[in-house]
């Protein structure tokens, strides 16, 4: 490209896309939602003890300052003008939970994530409290399932479990929020005038947001006994929410004055980034979990077989909200990890693809990796993860074959209950994430799917969200969200190549070793007991 054209460029966005295994910063084209440059940094997960994540708050804003000062330095390398960034968009991991002090900028405990489950007493607890211990009670206020998945439990934990954190609450010094609120917070200013806010899509996975009348539900505080005062302020997912400031101790200030003006939690990015903005229309994003969506326009549905009800994206303060069913499982990219570093038969991610190819089957073993129990539709605490259907004739391959199957198989009851529920069967799989760089794992989902799987040539979709948020907020007004503006998108396809018949006797098989994964932990389960039925997620590192 050269200079001259270089010049012509036009607005560009940032998009800061913190997630639980990496955080990356991607500058985005606003005409032509081009990629221009982008830096990537793994994030550290601690396990403190069986069951337990966490993540320091810290690391990941220092993660994020320095991905933006290093894809703002590929920039200038390619001699483009970092002052033609006029809006960062946020999108984030959702549920983990961070609590710190407002007057001195530090986190008061590690972030507790999403996946973490040392909350299951603490929930079993709350259920004492609920007619017939119904996990569903608020599910028509909140969407969601009592379960140890959601901020307001593990936020609970927090305040009965860390004395430094009562102590901030009593003195008027906490402040809560998931990572979006963390991170919007700390670059805009953090300590001297940071903004504490969210944004609907997040607020919806508290357990603590009303999401009719998009309000923090006063009851739903009091029943988890967490008080108001500590919530950040709930936002649309597209407006200005405050200015990047400079931060000295990082010397990290590129984009000083930059409006931030997106938040989207990932899933609902991914969501807006494969320009699923018609009811029906329907993704699904491979990352750490799986997580599909289905946007169900102005309508809360609520479902019937084990999904949530979840804020899709709210596009300004005066635009409808609009929902989204969603299936989340917890594992999927986090078994490939587990094989890599837990059990060492491979050294890279990239490497379960090359062993799965070359046996290009599981030899009749499955593997559930219910690490964290079971999320839809199951939501089941108790399950944990098995390899079964095992020979004298298994091998890694069969294993790195059977962890692939797996992220498949959970995806299939996830999709079959989205049909259940919507009643018009998806003809085709929208796909994004990470996990979809891998072409065996593509194919094995659309054999076991039986319908194409179609994948986007450019997988970030979950960062072009929340630009495309950034982008075309009130007062930047630089990215066109109307349907004929939106850029077209090249796809790569996967049709099924295998009978339905052997797809459904291995589906049925798969869903025979799920019912051998239940009941299988109690909170007060001794937790030292390790053995090829009860996997953890459990890291090899002291």
């Known amino acids: 490209m050269a200079a001259s054209d270089r010049m012509v460029l036009g607005p560009l966005v940032g998009s800061i896309d913190q997630g639980t295994s990496s955080t990356r910063f991607l500058v ?79 986190p008061l405990y590690n972030a507790i994530v999403w996946l973490d489950l040392r909350t299951q007493s603490t929930v079993e607890r709350l259920l004492k409290r609920i007619p017939g211990k119904n996990k569903a009670f608020f599910k028509f206020r909140t969407g969601l399932p009592l379960s140890t998945y959601f901020s307001a439990v593990k936020l609970r934990w927090l305040l009965d479990n860390v004395e430094e954190i009562r102590q901030a609450v009593d003195d008027g010094r906490a402040m809560f929020g998931t990572i979006d609120s963390w991170l919007i917070w700390s670059l805009t200013g953090g300590k001297n005038g940071g903004v504490h806010c969210t ?199 069969h294993i790195a074959f059977a962890a692939l199957e797996a992220v498949c198989f959970q995806t299939r009851e996830i999709l079959d209950a989205m049909n259940k529920d919507c009643g018009i069967p998806l003809n085709q799989l929208q796909v994004d994430g990470g996990m979809t760089n891998n072409k065996v794992l593509m194919q094995l989902q659309s054999d076991i799917l039986c319908i194409p799987v179609v994948k986007p040539s450019m997988p970030e979709t979950t960062a072009l969200g929340a630009a495309m948020a950034a982008g075309a907020a009130e007062g930047v007004g630089i990215w066109s969200l109307n349907p004929g503006d939106l850029t077209a998108v090249t796809c790569e396809r996967f049709e099924p190549q295998i009978n339905p018949e052997e797809s459904e006797y291995r589906y049925a098989r798969w869903k025979k070793a799920v019912m051998k994964s239940m009941d299988w932990e109690t909170s007060e389960a001794a937790s030292n007991v390790i053995s090829i039925v009860g996997l953890r997620i459990e890291s090899t590192e002291d």
């Not at 970092?82 to 939970?97: D, M, W």
Request: net charge negative; hydrophobic share 35%.
């Open 28 to 106: 985005f084209n606003a005409k032509t939602a081009e990629l221009l440059s982008h830096h990537q940094v793994e994030i550290q997960q601690k396990f403190p003890k069986e069951g337990w994540v966490e993540q320091d708050p810290k690391e990941i804003l220092k993660s994020v300052h320095e991905c933006v000062e290093k894809a703002c330095e590929k920039l200038q390398q390619l001699n483009i003008d970092i002052t033609n960034i006029k809006a960062i968009g946020v999108s984030n991991q959702r549920e983990t939970t961070v609590v710190w002090d407002k007057t001195t900028g530090e």
């Open 199 to 397: 944004d609907v899509t997040n607020a919806s996975r508290t357990m603590l947001f009303n999401i009719h009348s998009l309000e923090w539900d006063p009851e739903l505080c009091q029943f988890f006994d967490i008080p108001m005062e500590i919530l950040p302020k709930v936002r649309s997912s597209s407006e200005i929410y405050g200015l990047m400031k400079i931060c000295p101790s990082l010397k990290s200030g590129a984009l000083t004055g930059v409006p931030i003006s997106g938040c989207l939690g990932d899933q609902s990015a991914a969501l807006v980034g494969q320009m699923c903005f018609q009811d029906g229309q329907a993704k699904n994003t491979y990352g750490t979990g799986c997580f599909l969506l289905c946007n169900t326009g102005q309508k809360s549905v609520f479902s019937e077989h084990g999904l949530l009800t979840t804020i899709a994206y709210k596009m300004g303060r005066d635009k409808p909200v609009c929902y989204a069913l969603e299936g989340s499982v917890a594992i999927a990219g986090a078994v490939v990890r587990w094989l890599r570093d837990n059990l060492g038969i491979v050294k890279t991610s990239q490497e379960v693809e090359k062993l799965a190819a070359e046996v290009g089957t599981s030899y009749g073993c499955y593997f559930v990796p219910a690490f964290s129990g079971l999320y839809a539709p199951y939501w089941e605490p108790s399950a944990r993860g098995i390899i079964c259907g095992l020979t004298q004739f298994t091998n890694k391959n």
